[in-house]
């Protein structure tokens, strides 16, 4: 993944980095040193998600999972097995359902959870984190009646006869999320580990975080201060009381060695597609009274934007419909034009683009932050809210990359998996993992090395640490992967199920597929040595 896309058989590896990069005749390691052979299997930089929740996916594991629900009333059959074993009036909380995977594709109700669990709150964020499907119970403790008015950005749901649905669309959800108390921090750490050991299994080596809270910067430091966290983040704070807090530090904080960098704020436009909040230039087709939510005013964004780059810290701003993207656009060449900053500025998701706004990401140096399995994922019900006109600028990769822009991939997860492989697979196919579907707009799809860019190098350009890490060049991190196959010449439909044997962070084995492969003389060394072994593969 260097600017020549050089292939190298051999790997030398110093005090976390690359020593050595190239052919095996050329190098000669001191009998002492430890070595790795891997049997010429493909290794890549380890893969990064560019846009990844690990803060929400710990969380998510402490709370209901609602992402195999096939319907309104399966989740409340779930909702009423977790009050059965929980004291009354104790909240229960979930993640994760999708009406548009649902029998007639209709948003649930209250209703059914006061069946399911009378007198407990209950809060299920869905699937993209932009709706709270609330019990009555839950309403009634954040006082949301029918003469609740709609929050600034954010829509608190009624029915015909003016009485609160339940739901509550982007900021609303503000109202009742405050109220859930969240777990304890022992719980939480625990959980955290967990999901980087699951990560660390699928192939990814770090994330960039948008959206950290306080509590999760702490568990993150306890856990490195422990040695329990072998995973690179590089996080965007958000809120106010994260943010006035930031503000006051100043320069980016890292800590560990390189495990943890705040070094971004993470702004908002609109909400997202699938609940129609996310802000369009013309309604929605499947519901005509709608152009979506600008949750945060452009003003407000511009002035926040230039406070965290004056502090030298990188803006990622989150903007999924065409209007949010004209008005990020707008924003950024606002800052371009007087002066600053020199970092990238960033979109998150640049989800649907105004033909007009596709050349601006080049010019501006804007770097469309996008998620392949978003598209595979939403090509289902995208068409019947957007029409076939906006379409060609929906998840416009093959448009964007022609630009001269270049793409920061990732997955959104816990909206989406978080293996990497998922999103390559969508990223060269544009077609759901299983199934007969054909490929969706194929015209925009990027080759195999343009998506392994887009979760390697390009990640790392996105936020300033190319010369740190996202390609094996001498003086990077040694985060690699070892993989199950190659990625490039496996077939197409293979590339989802890749799996890494071995992950290496910072040069140690933090990863190993059970599978007995390559038997090296000093593997369970390198593996138990510490972030101070040497290890050349
Ligand atoms: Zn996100």
């Known amino acids: 993944m260097d600017a020549a896309g050089s292939v190298v058989d051999s790997v030398v590896i110093r005090d976390g980095r690359v020593a050595f990069a190239g052919r095996r005749g050329d190098v000669n390691p001191a009998a002492r040193e430890p070595a790795l052979d891997l049997g010429g299997r493909a290794v890549l930089p380890g893969l990064v998600d560019g846009h990844g929740h690990l803060m929400l996916l710990a969380r998510s594991r402490l709370e209901l999972d609602l992402t195999t629900a096939g319907s309104e009333?399966?989740?409340?059959?779930?909702?009423?097995?977790?009050?059965?074993?929980?004291?009354?009036?104790?909240?229960?909380?979930?993640r994760g359902w999708d009406q548009t995977r649902w029998p007639g594709q209709r948003f649930p109700t209250r209703a059914s959870l006061?069946?399911?669990?009378?007198?407990?709150?209950?809060?299920?964020?869905?699937?993209?984190?932009?709706?709270?499907w609330a019990s009555g119970a839950a309403l009634a403790r954040a006082d949301i009646t029918r003469h609740s008015p709609d929050p600034a950005g954010g829509r608190v749901a009624k029915d015909e006869r003016g009485e609160p649905t339940g739901?509550?669309?982007?900021?609303?959800?503000?109202?009742?999320?405050?109220?859930?108390?969240?777990?304890?921090?022992?719980?939480?750490?625990?959980?955290?580990?967990?999901?980087?050991?699951?990560?660390?299994?699928?192939?990814?080596?770090?994330?960039?975080?948008?959206?950290?809270d306080l509590a999760a910067i702490s568990s993150?430091?306890?856990?490195?201060?422990?040695?329990?966290?072998?995973?690179?983040?590089?996080?965007?704070?958000?809120?106010?009381?994260?943010?006035?807090?930031?503000?006051?530090?100043?320069?980016?904080?890292?800590?560990?060695?390189?495990?943890?960098?705040?070094?971004?704020?993470?702004?908002?436009?609109?909400?997202?597609?699938?609940?129609?909040?996310?802000?369009l230039h013309a309604p929605y087709c499947d519901d005509p009274a709608n152009t979506g939510?600008?949750?945060?005013?452009?003003?407000?964004?511009?002035?926040?934007?230039?406070?965290?780059?004056?502090?030298?810290?990188?803006?990622?701003?989150?903007?999924i419909g065409d209007r949010a993207n004209t008005l990020v656009l707008d924003v950024f060449e606002n800052l371009r034009a007087a002066g600053g900053p020199r970092s990238p500025l960033r979109v998150e998701h640049a989800q649907i683009l105004a033909p007009a706004d596709i050349p601006r990401f080049a010019r501006l140096g804007v770097v469309p932050s996008m998620q392949p399995t978003h598209c595979t994922s939403d090509m289902r019900w995208a068409?019947?809210?957007?029409?076939?006109?906006?379409?060609?600028?929906?998840?416009?990769?093959?448009?964007?990359?022609?630009?001269?822009?270049?793409?920061?991939?990732?997955?959104?997860?816990?909206?989406?998996?978080?293996?990497?492989?998922?999103?390559?697979?969508?990223?060269?196919?544009?077609?759901?993992?299983?199934?007969?579907?054909?490929?969706?707009?194929?015209?925009?799809?990027?080759?195999r090395e343009e998506a392994v860019r887009s979760f390697t190098i390009w990640n790392a350009r996105s936020i300033g640490l190319e010369a740190d890490q996202g390609s094996l060049e001498v003086g990077k991190r040694a985060d690699l992967i070892a993989l199950s196959d190659d990625v490039f010449t496996c077939r197409e439909e293979q590339i989802a199920t890749l799996a890494p044997v071995l992950t290496l962070v910072g040069g140690v084995v933090v990863h190993r597929a059970d599978q007995d492969f390559g038997a090296s003389r000093s593997a369970s060394r390198a593996s138990s040595a510490g972030s101070t072994s040497d290890t050349s593969a």
Request: hydrophobic share 40%; charged share 25%; glycine share 12%.
């Open 383 to 447: 068409g019947e809210r957007l029409g076939p006109e906006r379409l060609a600028g929906a998840y416009a990769w093959r448009s964007v990359l022609d630009s001269g822009a270049y793409i920061a991939g990732g997955s959104d997860f816990p909206v989406e998996d978080a293996n990497p492989f998922h999103g390559l697979h969508a990223a060269v196919t544009r077609r759901p993992r299983e199934g007969e579907d054909p490929r969706w707009q194929p015209a925009q799809r990027m080759t």
């Open 293 to 319: 939510l600008v949750l945060v005013p452009p003003d407000e964004v511009e002035r926040l934007a230039r406070e965290a780059a004056a502090r030298g810290f990188h803006v990622w701003v989150h903007a």
């Open 220 to 279: 993150y430091t306890r856990l490195i201060g422990r040695g329990r966290f072998p995973f690179r983040v590089f996080a965007a704070v958000s809120g106010k009381k994260a943010w006035s807090e930031y503000r006051e530090r100043g320069a980016p904080e890292s800590v560990g060695d390189g495990q943890l960098t705040v070094g971004a704020v993470k702004l908002w436009l609109d909400g997202a597609l699938g609940s129609r909040g996310a802000a």
């Open 114 to 132: 006061d069946r399911a669990a009378p007198g407990h709150p209950v809060a299920l964020v869905r699937v993209d984190g932009h709706a709270t």
């Open 73 to 94: 009333e399966e989740v409340a059959r779930m909702v009423a097995a977790a009050a059965a074993q929980r004291r009354p009036g104790e909240w229960i909380g979930g």
């Open 167 to 212: 739901l509550l669309i982007d900021l609303a959800q503000d109202l009742i999320r405050s109220l859930v108390p969240p777990p304890s921090r022992d719980r939480f750490d625990e959980a955290v580990e967990a999901v980087i050991t699951e990560c660390l299994a699928k192939g990814l080596t770090g994330a960039h975080e948008p959206g950290l």
